[in-house]
């Protein structure tokens, strides 16, 4: 079965600093691969890569098999890529329910539609809410961006990626910068996503990873140093000594 | 919001609808007044406020600052007066048509050819973004200005005067009144087509690019064809407007075209208060007294009006319009989520 996500040779360059430095990585049908590494390692540049934000500088990018390396974000999106950011990237007006049903309309095709009220329609409104529901924000369904906390934006971010209804999931530390507790619930929903999407995680956190993902990747100074599962990982030397041995 | 029982005031229909009533009742004043002075205000209070109700389609939906909006009502204007001019003097104005002075037929074509000069003018500045969007659009209000002083067949620098009387299906519409009617429904089929358009799954996109570009290429959404499609239907209404203008002041000019008047639309919808379909309304009534101020008795009022126009654009950012928010404790918006 071909990989979801493939990436050969991926490099992007800053000036000097090499963000990306020859990443080969592949995500399977129904797998959650995570990256683990150190801040500045250049997880978010790589997740951006992916996504069509950034243009790399060489190397090719396939999803499901079609080579996607040119082809530019918003195209991608159509394909299946959805990822959530780092920092939550919301529109402050619009209520969590429209964020979602904004999502599923991008699904549907254009938007050359003039003339009925998208919020009234169902067709958009019941797949959000199934997604605002699956991230936990069920609560909060028509409160505005602007009111929710740091930890519902990133459920939020979650909510959106998910009404995107994707063939993988890119996300960029869906818990940073939560409380414990919240960042336990967002572990058990994402736990409860497992096996229904194809996922690349990014996380910092250790025990959240390793009771995760199926595979997990090292990413230090933009190269991918170790990919293995979490036993594989955890007893590398060459990891314990780039990264696990600072954290 | 899935149903419209919590939305607030500013993005409602009904105020306009009240608006417009309200202004319906201008006609009846003139005569109680005794003074045909009042309903040649309003109907010039309705034509500007087509105006600025489109222009919100860009600029307050959109999130696009045009300084073009001047140069699409002077194209909609000329349109009118170069036809009737065609028909008073008999010449052809391509293969045999002779013109017309029937605004039933002049004016959706008044409609279509500034849609088009949009069109055109939009798939140019839209890419770029920010200042150079403002920049560009000024420069193509500037080239159509020129544009229209060069027509030296049609008046040049002195304008285009409208000699024959201009009929709607064979009526005389030369009649004030009748002609202030004729405005006021253009005005109420702009406010609903523009409220229908903010709402669907097109204004969706229009709203949500405006304030987090990245978040709509993210979901899949490119926005450049939605913002092209919505600055050519801000630039055929304007130039609905502009006709509309020609048509009742019998006269179109190149000062009808400048700049500056392009950047009264903008304060216009930015006074009645952006994104909403009401603020544009009060924004043109605003602009449209303060215009008199400044040419009549009321000179001392100038620069008072001045400075109460500039507090309210500088210190709300809604416009008078969130005087309302303000006023019902509700919590004011503007910068995007970025935590
Ligand atoms: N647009 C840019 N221009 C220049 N340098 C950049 C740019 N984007 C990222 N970088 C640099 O590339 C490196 C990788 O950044 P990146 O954000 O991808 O790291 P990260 O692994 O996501 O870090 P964190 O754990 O803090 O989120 C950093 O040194 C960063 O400063
Ligand atoms: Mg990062």
Same mark, same amino acid.
């Given at each position: 079965m071909t990989d979801v996500l493939e990436v050969r040779n991926l490099y992007k360059r800053y000036g000097g600093l090499v963000a990306t430095n020859g990443v080969n990585l592949s995500v399977r049908p129904g797998e959650m691969h995570a990256i683990i590494g150190p801040n500045g390692a250049g997880k978010t540049t790589l997740i951006s890569q992916l996504q069509g934000m950034v243009r790399p500088d060489a190397g090719e990018i396939f999803i499901d098999g079609v080579n996607v390396t040119a082809t530019p974000a918003h195209q991608r999106a159509g394909l299946g890529v959805a990822r959530s950011f780092q920092i939550a990237s919301l529109? &402050? /007006?619009?209520?969590v329910l429209d964020h979602a049903a904004f999502a599923v309309q991008a699904q549907l095709g254009h938007s050359f539609r003039f003339w009925r009220r998208a919020d009234r329609e169902e067709i958009l409104l019941a797949p959000a809410r199934e997604a605002v529901e699956a991230a936990g924000l069920g609560a909060r369904m028509h409160s505005p961006a602007r009111d929710l906390s740091h930890g519902e934006r990133r459920q939020l971010e979650l909510a959106i990626a998910l009404a995107q209804r994707p063939k993988i999931l890119l996300l /960029?530390? &869906? +818990?940073?910068? +939560?409380g414990k507790q919240d960042g336990q619930r967002m572990t058990q929903r994402l736990a409860d996503l497992k096996g229904r999407y194809s996922m690349l995680l990014i996380e910092h956190d250790m025990a959240a990873v390793f009771s995760l993902a199926d595979r997990l990747s090292v990413l230090v100074s933009g190269a991918i140093i170790k990919t293995g599962t979490a036993d594989e990982i955890r007893n590398d030397p060459q990891v314990r000594a780039a990264y696990l041995g600072h954290g | 919001m899935a149903d419209g029982a919590s939305r607030p005031i500013r993005a409602a229909l009904w105020p306009a609808l009240v608006l417009i009533a309200l202004l319906a009742l201008a006609p009846a004043l003139s005569i109680w007044l005794d003074d045909p002075f009042t309903v040649k205000i309003a109907t010039r209070i309705v034509i500007f406020a087509i105006g600025a109700v489109a222009l919100d389609l860009t600029l307050g939906y959109a999130g696009l600052v045009s300084l073009c909006q001047a140069a699409f009502f002077g194209v909609g204007g000329y349109v009118v007066g170069i036809l009737a001019w065609h028909q008073a003097n008999s010449e052809a104005v391509l293969a045999g048509w002779m013109g017309s002075s029937e605004l039933a037929l002049t004016l959706p074509l008044a409609f279509l050819v500034a849609g088009l000069f949009a069109a055109a003018v939009g798939a140019v500045s839209l890419r770029t973004g920010g200042p150079y969007f403002i920049m560009i659009t000024l420069a193509f209000n500037q080239m159509l200005y020129y544009g229209a002083v060069a027509l030296q067949k049609y008046g040049g620098d002195d304008g285009l005067q409208i000699i024959n009387p201009l009929t709607l299906f064979g009526y005389d519409i030369s009649n004030r009144y009748k002609f202030f009617y004729l405005a006021l429904t253009m005005l109420l089929a702009t406010v609903l087509l523009i409220d229908r358009l903010a709402r669907s799954r097109f204004g969706v996109v229009l709203r949500a690019a405006a304030v987090n570009e990245t978040r709509a290429i993210a979901v899949g959404v490119a926005p450049w064809p939605y913002r092209l499609v919505a600055f050519a239907i801000t630039g055929a209404l304007a130039g609905l407007a502009g006709a509309l203008l020609a048509a009742s002041q019998q006269f179109i000019s190149p000062a009808d075209m400048a700049w500056d008047r392009s950047g009264d639309f903008v304060v216009m919808t930015a006074l009645g208060g !952006?994104?909403? !379909?009401?603020g544009p309304i009060i924004g043109a009534a605003a602009f449209i007294f303060t215009e008199l101020s400044l040419s009549s008795y009321m000179q001392h009022w100038q620069l008072p009006f001045g400075l109460i126009i500039l507090a309210i654009v500088l210190l709300l950012r809604g416009g008078l319009a969130q005087l309302v928010d303000l006023a019902r404790g509700a919590k004011k918006g503007g910068e995007a989520v970025h935590d």
């Open positions: 529109i &402050p /007006d619009f209520s /960029d530390e &869906p +818990m940073a910068g +939560m | !952006v994104a909403t !379909v009401w």
